[in-house]
């Protein structure tokens, strides 16, 4: 019953921000790295940002000074601010967590979750 929801995507001009939003809700559950992915149009989907459980970031080289990763463990929930857009970001993204998720009795293995995606249109 984890579920991750995203929300804050949108089409925005070139040099414009925006701020995605990913929470995790249902059951109990123990959250390890998170990170965001995105698709565009005839490309394989591609690792945008990740950040560990303790907060140490990651990014892919084409977003590096212009992205940011965070995330607030005690409210299960994952950010990605976007400054400086590009028409190259235009994407689908994703969020992903690896979770491990406790069934009543104890934690059951690791696997990742995935959100539903929200569109990024960036306009030139």
């Known amino acids: 019953q984890v579920q991750l929801v995203e929300s804050g995507g949108g089409l925005v001009q070139a040099g414009g921000s925006l701020r995605l939003t990913c929470v995790v809700t249902?059951?109990?559950?123990?959250?390890?790295?998170m990170g965001w992915y995105r698709q565009a149009p005839g490309k394989q989907r591609e690792l945008v940002a990740a950040v560990t459980s303790g907060g140490r970031p990651n990014y892919t080289d084409s977003v590096k000074g212009r992205f940011t990763i965070s995330r607030d463990n005690a409210k299960n929930t994952v950010y990605l601010q976007m400054n400086s857009l590009k028409f190259e970001d235009t994407a689908v993204y994703y969020c992903?967590?690896?979770?491990?998720?406790?069934?009543?009795?104890?934690?059951?293995?690791?696997?990742?979750?995935w959100g539903q995606g929200t569109q990024v249109t960036v306009s030139s």
């Open positions: 249902g059951g109990i559950f123990r959250i390890n790295d």
């Open positions: 992903n967590a690896q979770i491990v998720r406790f069934n009543g009795d104890y934690y059951l293995p690791s696997r990742d979750y």
